[in-house]
Structure formats: structure tokens, C-alpha cells
């Protein structure tokens, strides 16, 4: 059974403080790996896509990395505007089901 | 574009009434999805679809239907509400995965439910 399991649960940092969140996954055979962020009371908001286990994408101070059996999401020098719930999900080769972790609550202050 | 639009954005039902979710999408996606988000448990696949006329389970599709004519939309129906079900709703939508377009799943802006 496919299963994502995302740590911490909350992450609470100074702005500039720069931290991973991490995303651990079991899967018969990973198509993709997606990470997203999600404000208050919206819906998710698409992030990245890896694909394969060394594969690493950026955008502004994100940037997601892959292994086998684990997905890093790093914040480098993060900003008050960061603060959000981050999630990461799979899907399996030959499969249209993606599976979600319960999120990484981020809130960077001031 | 649109995107993914859902309506309403808020409801209240009382136990043992229906209702229909809306949902649709202007990029000609075929993959279509319904999740539900409670807190500490992240999103949870309902029921998807693959193309119109296709539909399939997800994780918890007991006590929803669905059906796809169009591959715009995708409405999802509460036969008999329950307080259980008190939940936000998002719809997602994407190209269909393996068929060599990207899979990214975008998201609408969601429908919050409480069922009393």
C-alpha cells in the first residue's frame, strides 16, 4: 500500500532561518512525486514535480530534492510570506491514485 | 482560463439531506478528482475519473457518487448527508497519468461542508 508520511508536523522558524521539511514514501513503483503549498482556507497550490531519485528542482528560496525512499523540501533564508502548509504526494507507476501526507505546518516569523 | 471553479464555497446541511457538489474545468483535462481534507489527516482521494463516462473509487468513496458526462465537469452528489462528512472538499483535475502529458493536479478553491 502506498503510504507518505511528512515531518515535522510544525516547523517554526525565524525569517531568514533556513530549514528542510521532509517527506518519507512507500511505493510499488513512483511515477511522480509533487509538492504543494497551501494558504489558509485555499485550495493546494503546485510547487514541483520530481520524477526520479536524484532529481533536484528550484524556485525562489524552495528547492526539492529526491532519494529512493525520501523527498526534502529545503527553505533557504525564508520569509514571514513562506508561512503555509506544505504537502507532499505520490503517484505510482500504472496507477491514478495520488496519495497525500497530512501536510508540514510552516510559520516563519519576523 | 478559469482553472478549476467549485461552487458553493460554503454549506450546511442537516443529517439525512442531499446535495451536489460542482465542479469544473476549462483546460480540457481528462483526469478529474475529488478529495476531502480533515485536520491531521491531509487530502483523501473520494473518487476520480479518467475521461468522460469513466469514473472509479478512491480511499473513501462510501456515501458519495459521481458520474462524468462532460470533460468539463465533475459533480460529486451526497446521497444522505452525514455529520461524519463535515469536511472542506477540493476537486482536482489534470491530464490523465502514463498518457505522456504532465501530471500535475490543479486544484480548485474548495467547498467547506458541515453536515449538523
Known amino acids: 500500500e502506498d503510504q507518505v508520511t511528512q515531518s515535522p508536523e510544525a516547523l517554526r522558524l525565524q525569517e531568514g532561518e533556513s530549514s528542510s521539511l521532509n517527506c518519507s514514501y512507500t511505493v510499488s513503483g513512483l511515477r511522480g512525486l509533487f509538492w504543494y503549498r497551501q494558504d489558509p482556507g485555499k485550495g493546494p497550490e503546485f510547487l514541483f514535480t520530481?520524477?526520479?531519485a536524484g532529481e533536484e528542482k528550484e524556485k525562489e528560496r524552495l528547492k526539492a530534492t529526491l532519494t529512493k525512499k525520501e523527498s526534502f523540501l529545503h527553505i533557504t533564508a525564508p520569509k514571514p510570506e513562506d508561512s503555509a502548509t506544505y504537502l507532499c504526494?505520490?503517484?505510482?507507476?500504472?496507477?491514478?491514485?495520488?496519495?497525500f501526507g497530512a501536510g508540514t505546518r510552516l510559520f516563519v516569523k519576523a | 482560463n478559469a482553472g478549476v471553479t467549485q461552487t458553493p464555497k460554503f454549506q450546511v446541511l442537516k443529517t439525512g439531506q442531499s446535495m451536489t457538489l460542482q465542479c469544473a474545468q476549462d483546460m480540457n483535462h481528462e483526469y478529474m478528482s475529488w478529495y476531502r481534507q480533515d485536520p491531521g489527516m491531509g487530502l483523501r482521494l473520494i473518487h476520480y475519473s479518467v475521461g468522460a463516462g469513466i469514473t472509479d473509487q478512491g480511499e473513501v468513496p462510501n456515501g458519495y457518487n459521481v458520474s462524468r458526462s462532460t470533460t468539463e465537469d465533475f459533480p460529486l452528489r451526497l446521497l444522505s448527508a452525514a455529520p461524519s462528512q463535515t469536511s472542506v472538499y477540493f476537486c482536482?483535475?489534470?491530464?490523465?497519468?502514463?498518457?505522456?502529458?504532465?501530471?500535475?493536479?490543479?486544484f480548485g478553491p474548495g467547498t467547506r461542508l458541515t453536515v449538523l
Open positions: 520530481l520524477y526520479s
Open positions: 482536482a483535475s489534470s491530464f490523465t497519468p502514463g498518457t505522456g502529458g504532465v501530471d500535475t493536479q490543479y
Open positions: 504526494a505520490v503517484l505510482s507507476t500504472g496507477g491514478f491514485k495520488t496519495i
